[in-house]
């Protein structure tokens, strides 16, 4: 047996030698040949190559889903004999074909010709050999997160409408649930009853749950991509509980933002399908929902729902958006209350996090005084019903005055670069108060002067974000904010960078099933952050939902002599039993 699927000890080296596996059946028995992981030779490769390959040749995921035009091809894999095998051969007596047309993947010009010419295909074949990794007797589950992790590449790139409508074995709902069986795999194996809060997941059962949080591969890419990722988190950590009545708080799963700006549903259906699954949610009505936990991961905020102010009042929103939404012309007072919500960080891929770092210079080394990367058109001025100072106007006379330099439409590796060689990155409102480009200064070290005066900073609570953050008025950025910089010394500057280094990584989001390159040992991302496990985004949101703890141990229960609730209970029982006959 392998010493990659028997569980006996973890490999070495992700370059680890071929192995083979013998899988036996009632039916059959089949020598199985299982590739080695392929992480060390093409990193991130798989991913841009998938971009590239649907941007390309995108007629083929629309005309030839089925990759019928590869049949009796002289290059690459058959993929349509391979979609008639798994349609034919039930798992696992399918994995004789998909062991050797994993070895094939292996080589990195093979899969950068498949994921272009068969998206789907690979999408299948990846699918099925992580479900083994998975369900196998001894299951190894390293190896499944870093498989995973590739499949999520290839199919973050597809619309889950798109896989549905295939004649691929492998839709949405299938991922979905491979996912969830990973993840439940990864979380610990006995509930700690004293550990706080103790969260209860709704799970997929629940029809419009199921329907919200679908596409999980597709919604957890980009800035918004953490109303995946913190689901995915909640679902292996050790702060989730499966006893409702042991739950200080209910986390509702919803990719509300990816479900409108991905095509799912237009504004009118998602309201209604809120409202329907709150009528779903067995837990909601008994403290008002007052412990229940809702995402909200864009500038629109809470405004997907529009009827939240109604229906979920006093429910507690995760949101990176403290204030107005230029785009929702009449708003008046913002979704977020202090007293109630999280302001928590927008979503950082870890490719990113290392780009930024890698790009990131001394102090001495940056010759840009100050840069601001984004757009300076007049839809990111003040919000329509409060008016105000436009921020990014004062930015492009600055511009125009060569006192800043102002760039947009740059590539990663450019923006990156340019963040890193300049000492100030400007962070100013637009259509949204806050702004993915204030957690991407962080890692490229340049100082955020941030320029939104209704923003509430991520994790201000227990953050000193007055040590490394500088905050500027918008009414008065112009010369005197310059003068005001140019006058900070060199060592204070340091000081800066230096403090930002300690703080930041409280806003990563470290995932579970994505980007799992290599093992912990050898990630480079714990380089940046070697206490991450316990300094992170998910473990920020859980230190501030403990005070905010408001189970109310008197509204929804009932209590005197005698056992009162046993009583109560044989009641309504009773009473239930009569209506029913």
């Known amino acids: 047996m392998c010493c990659l699927l028997s569980g006996s000890s973890p490999p070495r080296s992700l370059a680890e030698s071929l192995c083979t596996v013998v899988a036996s059946s009632r039916h059959h028995e089949s020598h199985l040949f299982f590739p080695r992981p392929i992480y060390s030779g093409i990193k991130f490769r798989v991913h841009f190559v998938l971009i590239g390959g649907l941007l390309q040749p995108s007629r083929r995921i629309w005309n030839d889903p089925n990759c019928e035009r590869t049949a009796n091809t002289s290059e690459g894999i058959d993929w349509d004999v391979v979609r008639f095998q798994l349609l034919q051969i039930p798992f696992p007596e399918s994995m004789a074909a998909i ?291 436009d921020v990014r106007a004062a930015i492009r006379r600055l511009k125009e005055e060569g006192k800043i330099y102002v760039a947009q439409n740059l590539s990663f590796p450019e923006m990156h670069a340019a963040m890193g060689t300049a000492k100030f990155c400007f962070v100013p409102k637009g259509k949204s108060a806050w702004s993915l480009r204030f957690f991407e200064a962080l890692f490229a070290n340049c100082i955020p002067v941030v320029l939104s005066d209704f923003w509430e900073l991520p994790f201000e609570a227990f953050m000193d974000l007055p040590s490394f953050v500088i905050k500027w008025p918008m009414a008065l950025v112009g010369d005197a904010l310059m003068d005001y910089l140019e006058s900070l010394p060199e060592e204070v500057l340091e000081e800066y960078m230096m403090r930002a280094r300690e703080w930041r990584c409280w806003y990563v989001y470290p995932s579970l099933l994505h980007e799992v390159q290599v093992e912990k040992s050898r990630d480079e991302l714990y380089t940046i952050c070697p206490e991450l496990d316990r300094e992170n985004a998910y473990e920020g949101i859980m230190r501030l939902l403990e005070p905010r703890m408001r189970r109310s141990w008197t509204m929804s229960r009932y209590f005197g002599p005698k056992d009162v609730e046993k009583v109560v209970e044989k009641i309504r029982s009773e009473s239930q039993q009569k209506e029913s006959t």
């Not at 009853?193 to 997941?201: D, K």
């Not at 990176?320 to 913002?334: A, I, R």
């Not at 780009?355 to 001025?381: C, H, M, N, T």
């Open 99 to 389: 062991g050797p047309l994993m070895t094939r993947l292996e080589n990195p010009h093979e899969l950068d010709f498949g994921a272009t010419h068969c998206v789907f295909g690979v999408v299948a074949v990846y699918f099925f050999f992580v479900k083994y990794l998975i369900e196998s007797t001894k299951p190894h589950l390293t190896l499944a997160r870093q498989y995973y992790s590739q499949l999520d590449a290839f199919s973050s790139g597809i619309h889950p409408h798109l896989l549905d409508r295939s004649d691929w074995l492998v839709k949405d709902a299938r991922l979905s649930a491979l996912r969830r069986a990973l993840l439940g795999r990864l979380r610990p194996g006995k509930e700690d009853p004293g550990r706080r809060p103790a969260i209860y997941v709704y799970e997929h059962d629940i029809e419009m749950v199921r329907e919200l949080s679908q596409g999980g591969s597709f919604c957890g890419k980009g800035q918004w991509g953490m109303e995946v990722h913190i689901h995915e988190w909640l679902l292996a950590s050790p702060y989730l509980t499966k006893d409702p009545e042991m739950a200080d708080f209910f986390f509702v799963p919803a990719y509300s933002i990816c479900m409108f700006e991905g095509g799912f549903f237009p504004i009118p259906a998602l309201d209604d399908m809120y409202k329907k699954m709150l009528d779903q949610l067995p837990y909601f009505r008994r403290n008002r929902g007052r412990d229940h936990i809702f995402t909200f991961g864009s500038g629109l905020s809470a405004n997907v729902f529009p009827s939240w102010r109604q229906e979920i009042p006093e429910s507690i929103q995760l949101s990176p958006e403290t204030w107005l939404f230029n785009d929702v012309l009449d708003m008046k007072e913002p979704c977020f209350n202090t007293w109630r919500d999280i302001a928590i960080p927008g979503y950082l891929h870890k490719h990113e996090i290392l780009s930024l770092y890698q790009r990131s210079r001394p102090l001495a080394e940056r010759k840009r005084f100050a840069v601001f990367l984004g757009r300076i058109d007049s839809s990111r001025g003040p919000h329509p019903s409060q008016g105000g100072p």
